[in-house]
């Protein structure tokens, strides 16, 4: 007899939410009890809203102890970290959320509650902190360290042991190159290049603007 299927709710039902979903289904780990939302939606998909975020520490107590965070970026980290935190004060526990076609290496740390997209590569001795969203189709080679909340867009790409600071944003294929620093809460374009350090609270975003030069 299989163990029973733990349940899980999804706070949020925008497109991210949509995409926790389809691996969530795929996964075969855990149930979907229905959304989390604050605000009114015309169409909440294959699940129900069943409440907003008021009634989190009553969903917890009648036995959903699971949660994903279904928003996104947002053009910044606030909410990610404001809603982590109150499901930590609840007791909620926050599942990696990892789509079965992506290719990590046995050697890399996930903090609970990453997003691993799909077609997404991590190689060896990487680190990923907690709560980051790793997109479809994203590189991360050896040795990278990848803090808090940061959210890595669809197939950007961190060569070796690239560091990207907390609650930074890394945009559609951009590129970091090797041995180079992305500080804390820096936001990079989309197309970029980075090939040199990156001070906290930048903002780089044009392919006009690559750092460094050719």
């Known amino acids: 007899m299989e163990a029973d299927v733990e349940k899980i709710l999804i706070i949020g039902n925008g497109g991210h939410a949509r995409s926790l979903i389809d691996i969530i289904e795929r996964q075969k780990k855990y149930t979907v009890s229905g959304f989390i939302v604050n605000e009114k939606f015309k169409d909440s998909g294959s699940y129900p809203i069943i409440g907003n975020d008021n009634d989190l520490e009553k ?3 009648s036995g959903i102890e699971n949660a994903a965070i279904g928003i996104g970026y947002l ?4 909410v990610r970290e404001k809603l982590y935190e109150k499901l930590k004060r609840i007791g909620y526990q926050l599942p990696v959320i990892c789509d ?8 890399v740390k996930i903090g609970e509650g990453s997003f691993i997209g799909k077609g997404v590569i991590i190689n060896t001795c990487v680190s ?12 991360i080679e050896h040795d990278c360290r990848i803090a808090d909340f940061t959210h890595l867009s669809v197939a950007s790409v961190l060569c070796g042991e690239v560091n990207v600071g907390e609650a930074s944003f890394i945009g559609a294929n951009a590129t970091v190159i090797q041995q180079k620093e992305i500080g804390r809460r820096c936001i ?3 197309g970029t290049v980075i090939r040199k350090q990156v001070e906290d609270y930048s ?6 603007n690559n750092i460094g030069g050719g």
């Not at 903002?203 to 006009?208: A, E, G, P």
């Open 100 to 107: 079965p076609s992506a290719i990590i290496s046995e050697q």
């Open 59 to 61: 969903l917890f107590y």
């Open 188 to 190: 990079i374009g989309a």
């Open 128 to 139: 990923i902190g907690k709560m980051c969203i790793i997109n479809s189709g994203a590189v």
């Open 75 to 78: 053009g910044k980290s606030d």
């Open 203 to 208: 903002m780089v975003y044009s392919i006009k």
